[in-house]
Nanobody
Framework: QVQLVESGGGLVQAGGSLRLSCTAS????????MAWYRQAPGKQRESVAG???????NYADSVKGRFTISRDNAKNTVYLQMNGLKPEDTAVYYCNANVVGHDYWGQGTQVTVSS
């Protein structure tokens, strides 16, 4: 069983920044890809950004140019740097890791952006 522990959420004003972190209990060698998803009230969970073992990244159109995903394999950690936050970024953000073909999820961290 792989555990993902997230941190870094909070309340920020529009235009501000936050950095989310997610640390996996699995060794990075076994992690194929990591990603961030989010779910706003009344909406479906959506992909925000992803990063492969080879550091290839992808982003949702709504966050391109504002969010940056990165990973530190030595720490088994993935980060999401969020700049230029907007009220529509308000959601619970979930970390996802694909480990040996299985998907694991963190408990979620709340991000609230005030206007």
């Amino acid at each position: 069983q792989v555990q993902l522990v997230e941190s870094g959420g909070g309340l920020v004003q529009a235009g501000g920044s936050l950095r989310l972190s997610c640390t996996a209990s699995a060794r990075s060698f076994f992690i194929n890809a990591m990603a961030w998803y989010r779910q706003a009230p009344g909406k479906q969970r959506e992909s925000v950004a992803g990063i492969t073992r080879g550091d290839s990244t992808n982003y949702a159109d709504s966050v391109k140019g504002r969010f940056t995903i990165s990973r530190d394999n030595a720490k088994n950690t993935v980060y999401l740097q969020m700049n230029g936050l907007k009220p529509e970024d308000t959601a619970v953000y979930y970390c996802n890791a694909n480990v040996v073909g299985h998907d694991y999820w963190g408990q979620g961290t709340q991000v609230t952006v005030s206007s």
